[in-house]
T-cell receptor, first 115, second 112 residues
C-alpha cells in the first residue's frame, strides 16, 4: 500500500526553539495533507488542512503563526512549531490523500518533547 | 458538528475471546465510516470502512456494519489473537475528501 513517511519520529528541543516536521508521500502524489495532534489517551485533533501550492486552512483554536504549514510539492508537507513551549509537547501525525483514489494514508507520527 | 463516540478502554481479553468495541456517531448527511488500528510504535492503518447504510466492512477477521438507524459502527471479531493488541479508532468523513473525525481510541490488550 501507499506509504507516508514522517521525519523525525522523535524530537526533543529546548523551549523557545523551532522544530520542523516533514511529511512525505513516498509513492503517490498527495493533493491534500492533513495535520493532526494527539494528546495522551485522547483522540486525534485536526489542526490544519494543506493543499499543494496554497495556504493551509487551520481549525479553530489553532494558531497559524505558531504552527506553520507548508505544502510546497505534491509529495511533501512540513509543519514547523515556532518558539516551542512545553505545552506544545505532543504527538503530531500527518495524513495524505492519494489524488486518484482519494484514500487517506497516515504517517507514523512524530513525538515532540519541549523541555 | 460531526462527532464520534467510542467506548472507553482499555479492553482486556484472553486469546480467542469475542471482541466488540462500540462506536456511535453524530453527523449531518451520510458520512463514510472507518476503523483504524494503531499498533505499538506504528502509524495509523485503515482496518475497514463502510460508505453507506447497511454496508459491512471486513478485514483480518474484523467486521463492522454501518447502522444508520442506530448511528453505530461497532467493531467485532469472533476470536481475538495476541497480535490484535493495539489501539482502535473509529472515524467518520462527512464529505468526500474532507479530514477524518476520530473517536478517542480504545486500547485492546489480548493475553495468551
Amino acid at each position: 500500500g501507499a506509504v507516508v513517511s514522517q521525519h523525525p519520529s522523535r524530537v526533543i528541543c529546548k523551549s523557545g526553539t523551532s522544530v520542523k516536521i516533514e511529511c512525505r508521500s513516498l509513492d503517490f502524489q498527495a493533493t491534500t495533507m492533513f495535520w493532526y495532534r494527539q494528546f495522551p489517551k485522547q483522540s486525534l485533533m485536526l489542526m490544519a488542512t494543506s493543499n499543494e501550492g496554497s495556504k493551509a486552512t487551520y481549525e479553530q483554536g489553532v494558531e497559524k503563526d505558531k504552527f506553520l504549514i507548508n505544502h510546497a510539492s505534491l509529495t511533501l508537507s512540513t509543519l514547523t512549531v515556532t518558539s516551542a513551549h512545553p505545552e506544545d509537547s505532543s504527538f503530531y501525525i500527518c495524513s495524505a490523500r492519494e489524488g486518484q483514489t482519494g484514500e487517506l494514508f497516515f504517517g507514523e507520527g512524530s513525538r515532540l518533547t519541549v523541555l | 458538528g460531526d462527532s464520534v463516540t467510542q467506548m472507553e478502554g482499555p479492553v482486556t481479553l484472553s486469546e480467542e475471546a469475542f471482541l466488540t468495541i462500540n462506536c456511535t456517531y453524530t453527523a449531518t448527511g451520510y458520512p463514510s465510516l472507518f476503523w483504524y488500528v494503531q499498533y505499538p510504535g506504528e502509524g495509523l492503518q485503515l482496518l475497514l470502512k463502510a460508505t453507506k447504510a447497511d454496508d459491512k466492512g471486513s478485514n483480518k477477521g474484523f467486521e463492522a456494519t454501518y447502522r444508520k438507524e442506530t448511528t453505530s459502527f461497532h467493531l467485532e471479531k469472533g476470536s481475538v489473537q495476541v497480535s490484535d493488541s493495539a489501539v482502535y479508532f473509529c472515524a467518520l468523513s462527512g464529505q468526500a475528501g474532507t479530514a477524518l473525525i476520530f473517536g478517542k481510541g480504545t486500547t485492546l490488550s489480548v493475553s495468551s
